[in-house]
């Protein structure tokens, strides 16, 4: 039966650092893995690729590269959350969570009964296509209720408005609070911008929250400085998010230009 590292990592009472990837890239992962982060973050709401062998081929080379994998699927969708864990991923973050109800649908869809609707099967990856001579479909039930880690996103004002019941919902891991989104919901037209009154009193709220129930939070280091980790480590989140391989390489392409490749091209005038 796979160890679920990030889960570890939380247990511990540690902090999990990890890269967002939208390319879909192995090799990003692979140099992730090399550099020491914790997990990868597949995002499959944004990007081209969905939940299908490729997916499942990005999970196994983040293994390989000794990480956890997070998968933010695109929406609440028992089939896709279901898949995921059948793959073998850590975590499955699901966006717009809304309401206790839907929460309850997020981790039913993770859970096997009596605690959720996951259907069985031992011929997948996440099971060890259940080759091992000592497979035991009972301990692999029994674990996979305990090692799957179900992540609800913060990122309507529904949520907030609902936040009492939606903590009460048992077997959620954690809350990715997703600031953006929030924003832009609330007619804000900011990205990543967690000191804007508006957004830092409702992130509050969720840490207070959180906190109170004992739940860790997962949340986008912006701007990813020691300072900002340190502050958002203090209100309770201990899954960080340190951008993602598109921001980095635009953040490099930008650097290049504006200093060395444009003032070149001035000279040459």
Partial sequence: MRINK???????????????????????????????FDFVFIDTEHTPFAVDRHLENLIRTADAAGMSAIVRVPSNDDVMIRKCFEFGVAAVAVPHAR????????????????????????DVRA?????????????????????????????DPEFFDHIDEIMDVEGV??????????????????????????????????????????IPLMCPIAPPTLERAQKLAAAGVRIMIFRNDITAFKGLLQGMMKNVVSPLKVEEK
């Fill in 127 to 155: 099971a060890g296509y259940g080759t091992a001579f000592d497979f035991d479909w009972k301990e692999y039930v029994t674990r996979s209720k305990e090692e799957t880690m179900i992540i609800p996103m913060a990122e």
């Fill in 6 to 36: 990030l889960k570890k990592i939380l247990d511990e009472g540690k902090i999990a650092a990890g890269m967002g990837l939208f390319s879909g890239e192995p090799l990003f992962i692979e140099m992730m893995g090399q550099c020491g």
């Fill in 173 to 214: 891991s954690s809350f990715l609070f997703g600031p953006s989104d929030l924003a832009l919901s609330m007619g804000i037209m900011e990205l990543y911008q967690l000191d804007n009154p508006v957004i830092e009193e409702k992130f509050a709220k969720l840490s207070e929250k959180a906190q109170e129930k004992g």
């Fill in 99 to 122: 309401t206790a109800a839907e929460v309850r649908k997020m981790v039913a869809a993770a859970k096997f009964p009596p605690l959720g609707v996951r259907g069985s099967a031992s």
